[in-house]
Nanobody, 116 residues
Framework: QVQLVESGGGLVQAGGSLRLSCAAS????????MGWYRQAPGKQRELVAA???????NYADSMKGRCTISRDIAKNTLIVQMNSLKPEDTAVYYC??????????WGQGTQVTVSS
């Protein structure tokens, strides 16, 4: 089993930047994909960005050009740098990993609030 600990959320003004980190521990050798998702009040959870163990990134259309995801495999850490943040980016952000067996593990979530 993989355990995830997220950090880096907070309050930022529109146009600002935030860097979210996710540290994985446990059965990290089974991780195939790591990603960040978000869920705003009253909305479904959606992808922000993800990256495979081979380093291939995938971004939500709403985040392309404003977001960079990276993964330090040696440190089992996932980082997403988000720039030019908008009030509509306000949500709880969740780190998630999918194992080679197809199982998904979620972090506890971290709040990101973008003020206008």
């Amino acid at each position: 089993q993989v355990q995830l600990v997220e950090s880096g959320g907070g309050l930022v003004q529109a146009g600002g930047s935030l860097r979210l980190s996710c540290a994985a521990s446990g059965s990290t050798s089974e991780i195939a994909v790591m990603g960040w998702y978000r869920q705003a009040p009253g909305k479904q959870r959606e992808l922000v960005a993800a990256i495979t163990s081979a380093g291939y990134p995938n971004y939500a259309d709403s985040m392309k050009g404003r977001c960079t995801i990276s993964r330090d495999i040696a440190k089992n850490t996932l980082i997403v740098q988000m720039n030019s943040l908008k009030p509509e980016d306000t949500a709880v952000y969740y780190c998630a990993v999918r194992s080679t067996l197809g199982r998904t593990v979620w972090g506890q979530g971290t709040q990101v609030t973008v003020s206008s």
